[in-house]
């Protein structure tokens, strides 16, 4: 049965769109009749405005006819997390405190994918204030996980990760703080890149921690992602934080070559108290890159024992300062399970937080060295399987994830088997602001197809009345 | 009677219901077994944690 667009790549459509095969109003048409039938279910979109993407699927397609065709983006429907400033529109992070915010101006890599001819379909729920892993979110409703709907789909970008998964948006752009980019796309079976810290502006993206925060794709191909990081990357003045590393054309380094690389294997954190099918699926992954001519090297870093440490000391502390004023004002606008993260944030101490940080340096020099010796690190993803929405079991899901947080490191998740008919993340860690390598690894493995082509089974039903 | 972390937050201005503080406990609780052993790890206190970034002008 042939797809329809809206289950199409951005690198399938972007040439059908450049030739004129394939028009942005019906694709985003395609995507938008999807939203109206099946988000009901799924409940990823906070809002969409069917008008006003018509609209600018409109102008896109006007652009193109008179030969201004921008690029690989142009056209291409995106929903984005409800975390990022659209100008003139509202965005509410989740909460109910900023339920009617509105921004006067658009986050950096809006207006970067703005002026790329991007045609936005709307806003994607999350978890309230992104201080979570569930997207059960008590003022938007929970999200759910497209390929077992009683499952949550991860988070906080859990919109995101379930409207890639269920084709209700091209690709999207998460934010990932301690694996909110990672966590959803293993859940939902896409991709999920965190890039390296600095990378990405945030100018125009509402905090959760400062120096743990990254924006980052969301897709359903490790080439969308390297295409969409290729457009949102750079430095930016209104972000101090993003660091003046050229850009690099991601896409270049697919070549799905790993012959002679080494893939490092951290045992005593990363595949401690790991479910064993998770286990299973991660091997051999590790065994069929082997089979492509990758080396592995079991490789230790003990300042991993205390990275949990870090991360809560650092999010907490940071966290707990941003929403310092309206915990003690209006306690009971927040979320029952973020009101009580919210208020411990408020106990931690200058020494906690600053032993983090120490802990954090130790930890990027242990990186640093074992990079010395492979090119990549390979993981999983989620110790456990998505659970179901409301079980307490959702609180420990970024133990793997957050160490790339604390190191700034990028870090990918890919979609490595399916187990009890819910999608297996496989996480790939590299140096800093070599994504090239880590999304070239991602590539290499993903021509294994461990899916086999498989999508949710609800939409494969669904789909065939669409 | 509330706990330390409790009258903590309370002294800070921040609301903590009996409920609440049941909770908050056994959060802290938590917390503090993360830092278990920490102080045989971490590094000497001259180890530079944070960065003083300079901004110049253009």
């Known amino acids: 049965m042939s797809k329809e667009l809206a289950q199409l790549s951005i690198s399938e459509l972007a040439p059908m769109l450049r030739e004129r095969e394939v028009s942005p109003v019906e694709l985003t048409q395609s995507v938008i009749n999807r939203v109206k039938a099946l988000d009901k279910e799924i409940n990823s979109y906070v809002e969409y405005n069917e008008e006003k993407a018509v609209e600018s699927a409109k102008k896109a397609e006007r652009e193109i006819i008179n030969g201004e065709y921008k690029g690989a983006l142009h056209g291409i429907p995106m929903a984005l997390k409800d975390i990022l400033h659209i100008k003139g529109e509202k965005s509410a992070f989740g909460s109910k405190i900023h339920k009617d915010f509105i921004s006067n101006e658009d986050a950096t890599v809006v207006s970067k994918l703005k002026s790329t001819g991007v045609v936005f379909t709307g806003k994607l729920n999350m978890h309230e204030y992104a201080w979570g892993g569930t997207t059960n979110n008590p003022h938007f409703g929970p999200t759910r996980n497209p390929w077992n709907l009683e499952k949550i789909p991860g988070g906080s970008s859990g919109g995101s990760g379930a409207a890639v998964a269920a084709d209700l948006t091209i690709a999207s752009l998460g934010t990932d703080t301690g694996g909110s980019i990672r966590m959803p796309a293993a859940a939902c079976g896409i991709v999920g890149l965190k890039p390296t810290h600095g990378r990405v502006s945030k100018s125009g993206c509402f905090p959760l921690s400062w120096s743990l925060d990254h924006i980052g794709p969301m897709t359903k191909t490790v080439e969308d992602a390297a295409i969409l990081l290729e457009y949102i990357s750079g430095y930016d003045a209104n972000d101090p934080t993003t660091v ?7 896409t270049s380094y697919l070549t799905g070559d790993i012959k002679g690389k080494v893939i490092g294997i951290e045992e005593d954190y990363f595949f401690h108290n790991v479910d064993e099918k998770i286990e299973l699926f991660v091997r051999k992954a590790i065994d069929q890159m082997e089979a492509m001519g990758a080396k592995v090297e079991i490789v230790k870093i003990p300042s991993l024992k205390y ?13 707990g300062t941003i929403h310092a004023k309206n915990i003690r004002e209006r306690p009971e606008d927040f979320g029952e399970d973020i009101r009580l993260d919210v208020k411990l944030a408020q106990a931690i101490s200058s020494t906690d937080y600053l032993q983090a940080q120490q802990v954090r340096n130790m930890m990027k020099r242990e990186f640093a060295k074992v990079f010395e010796k492979v090119d990549v690190l ?11 929405i409301g079980d307490l079991s959702a609180n ?9 947080n604390l190191t700034g490191l990028p870090a990918i998740s890919l979609p490595c088997g399916m187990s009890e008919g819910l999608p297996v993340g496989l996480q790939i860690i590299g140096p800093a602001f070599e994504e090239g390598k880590v999304l070239n690894f991602a590539y290499a493995y993903e021509k294994t197809n461990p899916l086999k082509g498989m999508k949710p089974p609800f939409l494969m039903e669904l789909n065939k009345s669409l | 009677m509330k706990s330390a972390v409790s009258n903590l937050l309370i002294s ?23 830092k278990k052993d920490l102080d045989q ?8 944690a944070l960065r003083n970034v300079v901004m110049k002008e253009k």
């Open chain 1, 244 to 250: 003046s590393v050229p850009v690099d054309q991601y």
């Open chain 1, 307 to 319: 990275a949990q440490f870090a991360e809560m000391m650092t999010c907490y502390a940071e966290g």
């Open chain 1, 378 to 388: 390979l993981a999983p993803m989620l110790p456990i399987l998505p659970p179901d």
């Open chain 1, 396 to 404: 420990n899901l970024g133990v793997f994830s957050c160490p790339a």
């Open chain 2, 12 to 34: 800070m201005g921040v609301d903590v219901n009996e409920e609440e503080a049941i909770l908050l406990e056994s959060r802290w609780e938590e917390l503090q077994q993360l």
């Open chain 2, 41 to 48: 790890v971490i590094p000497n206190p001259a180890d530079i």
